[in-house]
């Protein structure tokens, strides 16, 4: 088990971002701030309960462009000496298996959600919403639930740098990813905690002031309006900024828990 350091993963993230946030800039702009832009003018988040099925794949399709730049992202800050083309096209390779890795997380949790429904039907909860909100066993159990949700998340959080570095299936991402977790679940649950605080509070207020200032100047935010088109361009460019953030983080967590910290990290080229 080796040990973590959350606030030396945090001074070599500055000290990372410092030497090569613009071209991790670059990438996120292109693959997550652009595609995250489109998606807000045309589907904007306020009017996503009457979204369409094209709706609904524009935004698959984002994410999943999403997770490309994630992966080029963190392969750039591994300090791993490729262009920032040869990241993306990297990332590009390791998405569906990334992608896999995830849907097998998700089904298991959905799978859980058997023995609990079978719990709720033996002691007769009713299943409508609100009498099953207001019953103490449901209650219980979705407490559990949500317990098994967060464990599990917080164990598989090394999956994307694995991904992202290693040579391995989705099956393999995940057991890779619990093993380098091993001992290190309430350091990381810390800084899971520390980060979504920060960054949450951060992109709530600035897309509030974003959606307010466009309401004042063109309008209810509506798909394909002006408003909808500054809303997005805010909200996209905070998310990327995020996103380099936690993707930097998150590699050089990985390089404590690989136990490669101490490996030499050159510097990514601009060039493809």
């Keep these: 088990m080796a040990s973590l350091s959350i606030s030396r993963a945090w001074d070599e993230s500055k000290a990372r971002i410092a030497a090569d946030g613009r071209l991790m800039l670059v990438v996120a702009a292109a693959l997550i701030a652009l595609p995250a832009i489109v998606a807000g003018v045309v589907t904007p988040a306020a009017a996503r309960s009457n979204a369409s099925l094209a709706d609904w ?19 750039l800050a591994l300090g791993t000496s490729v262009s920032v083309g040869e990241a ?31 719990v709720l039907m033996a002691s007769g909860v009713p299943t409508d919403g609100p009498s099953m909100a207001s019953s103490p066993v449901s209650m219980v159990l979705l407490l559990l639930y949500l317990a098994l949700v967060l464990f599990v998340g917080i164990r598989m ?17 995940l057991q890779r990813s619990w093993e380098l977790t091993s001992g290190n679940w309430w350091r990381l649950l810390g800084f899971i905690i520390l980060f979504l605080i920060g960054m949450g509070i951060l992109m709530a207020a600035i897309g509030w002031a974003a959606a307010i200032a466009a309401e004042l100047l ?17 909200e996209a460019t905070v998310q990327a900024a995020v996103s380099v953030v936690l993707a930097v983080m998150l590699a050089r967590i990985y390089l404590q828990l690989s136990g490669r910290d101490q490996v030499d990290v050159s510097v990514p080229k601009s060039g493809t």
């Design 218 to 234: 063109f309008g209810p935010v509506e798909p394909m309006s002006a408003s909808a088109l500054l809303v997005a361009v805010v």
């Design 157 to 173: 959080l090394m999956s994307s740098p694995v991904a992202s570095e290693e040579a391995a299936g989705p099956i393999a991402i």
């Design 57 to 75: 794949l524009l935004l698959l399709a984002v994410s999943l462009i999403a997770i490309v730049g994630q992966l080029a992202l963190i392969r």
């Design 88 to 118: 993306i096209g990297h990332g590009a390779r390791r998405m569906p298996i990334y992608f896999i890795a995830g849907i097998i997380i998700i089904g298991g949790l959905l799978l859980a959600l058997i023995p609990i429904a079978l």
